[in-house]
């Protein structure tokens, strides 16, 4: 991940700014309206015979278990739309049922906390914030079981924290956490959060306590916790080397006892490879040599070359309209003031053309064809943004199936050296323009920028060509595409 390339989960699409659009503010506004109406209306009518009917925004009357069975039949069709399309579409049922919607309050909550995973899922959080609190708000009016708010509550708490908005999002999970007989997987997940929290604060010891906290809820630790757990502890050690010599000698302990657990449970092979998915049938290499795979890089060259300019003149005119996104995998060292950002073409959070690929970007897409026409493996790519005074802590990318592959769009030098760089393994790389790296992400990395100037590289993920013909030539290899 980060502006070495690895893995993670994507970010927020830039398009989603910093504020709601007035559809939004006015949608939630009048469900909340609707709310205290619908309530008024009910206490009145205590008593009568008659169930109150409420006009729908498209002017028709419902009734409730109308009203509920609509919703219900909308979110079971939207099962089936793109991520893109499914909270528009949502809101849209939303909106034409109106004021009938509060007749039919669990539907009601379900639909509402649905748009909210929607619009998360496309990493338009300020959207998702609003629709899990208003979430939050039937929950309360209607006195649901208390255990039934938890993943409404939480999902806030998630949201808040994919804002950048840690101290909120801590205040809410310590409330979740207050909550009487609070199942322990439940604590579990919320511990968990708030270790990711803790970290992205760069604050890992306390992050490191509530991650072993989790897991005294827990249980049994799957790899991916182990993996987890062994990152935690050394960053505590390098980003708290003054710990007294009886707190380090135990962290060391730690240290090799998960290191053990991964290299025999884990099926790795190498304590800096340790991907998430990991497949033992392939011999990697940090750095990837030249003459292993002649055929990508010369192709690879030959494109970037012949569009570098255009990709210059596209990077710039994306990230000055802010359709970037910040990382938001805490990758980023927070000793340091810089940040990065990045855009990626094929995101399927992005306005997609029929070859699912940005319609945003439509010299980056060119590119992509023809990487694939000359049977380059490209799964995804787009634009790296490393600020001045940048730097992404250690990590490991998601899977040793696929390779990176930077190009150095806009790279500055000092005195006409490096001031950009790489490590991969043990070996480190300064950029320079034009330059191409070519990696394996799943050995640990590094990435950081000394220059005064803002370092873009164009990054491509192709998939391993050891998984096409493992068996052949290194030649045959490179063009099993």
């Known amino acids: ?41 009910q206490g009145r009518s205590a008593g009568s015979s008659e169930t109150p009917l409420f006009m729908s925004g498209n002017g028709r009357h419902y009734t409730p278990a109308e009203t509920d069975r609509k919703i219900r039949r909308s979110l079971a069709s939207s099962q089936h739309l793109e991520a893109v399309e499914k909270a528009p579409y949502l809101e849209s049922v939303l909106g034409q049922i109106g004021a009938q ?23 338009n959080f300020t959207y998702a914030l609003a629709y899990h609190r208003a979430a939050v708000q039937v929950q309360q009016q209607v006195n649901f079981p208390t255990l039934q708010t938890l993943p409404a509550q939480t999902a806030v708490a998630e949201d808040l924290a994919n804002e950048f908005r840690y101290d909120e999002a801590l205040e809410q999970t310590k409330k979740i956490l207050d909550t009487p007989n609070l199942p322990s997987k439940f604590a579990a997940v919320l511990l968990e959060l708030e270790s990711h929290i803790f970290e992205c604060k760069g604050d890992f010891i306390t992050a490191l306590y509530r991650f072993e906290e989790a897991s005294s809820h827990r249980g049994t630790a799957s790899v991916d916790q182990i993996r987890h757990h062994y990152d935690l502890l050394k960053r505590v050690i390098v980003f708290a080397p003054t710990a007294p010599d009886v ?164 790279i500055p030098l000092r005195e006409g050296k490096p001031c950009a760089f790489l490590r991969v393994a043990t ?53 099993e595409h």
């Open 247 to 410: 707190v380090a000698v135990s962290l060391q302990k730690k240290v090799r006892e998960q290191l053990n657990l991964l290299l025999t449970e884990g099926g790795y092979k190498r304590p800096n490879q340790l991907p998430k998915y990991f497949n033992s049938g392939i011999e990697g290499l940090p750095w990837i040599p030249d003459e292993t795979y002649p055929q990508i890089l010369q192709a690879a060259a030959k494109v970037f070359e012949q569009y570098h300019d255009a990709l210059v003149t596209e990077y710039q005119e994306l990230f000055q309209s802010s359709k970037f996104m910040e990382e938001r995998e805490c990758l980023r060292d927070m000793r340091f003031s810089g940040r990065w950002h990045r855009y990626d073409i094929t995101g399927f959070w992005q306005r997609r053309d029929k070859d699912l690929c940005s319609v945003d970007a439509p010299v980056a897409c060119q590119v992509r064809q023809l990487l694939l026409k000359e049977k380059i493996g490209m799964i995804r790519g787009g634009y790296s943004h490393l600020d001045s005074r940048t730097r992404l802590k250690p990590h490991f990318g998601m899977t040793n199936t696929q390779l990176k592959l930077h190009y150095g769009l806009q």
């Open 427 to 479: 070996e480190e790389r300064g950029w320079s323009p034009r330059s191409l790296f070519f990696f394996d992400d799943s050995f640990e990395h590094e990435a950081w920028n000394e220059c005064d100037d803002t370092r873009v590289v164009f990054q491509i993920v192709l998939s391993h060509p050891a998984l096409y013909n493992p068996t052949t030539s290194v030649q045959g290899a490179s063009g």
């Open 1 to 41: 991940a980060g502006g070495a390339g690895g893995g993670g989960s994507g970010i927020s699409a830039g398009a989603a700014g910093s504020n709601l659009t007035s559809r939004v503010v006015w949608l939630l506004a009048g469900v909340a309206l609707t709310l205290a109406v619908h309530w008024f209306v």
């Open 101 to 123: 919607c509060v007749t039919a309050p669990e539907a009601l909550y379900q639909l509402l906390e649905v748009i909210g995973d929607a619009h998360a899922k496309v990493f």
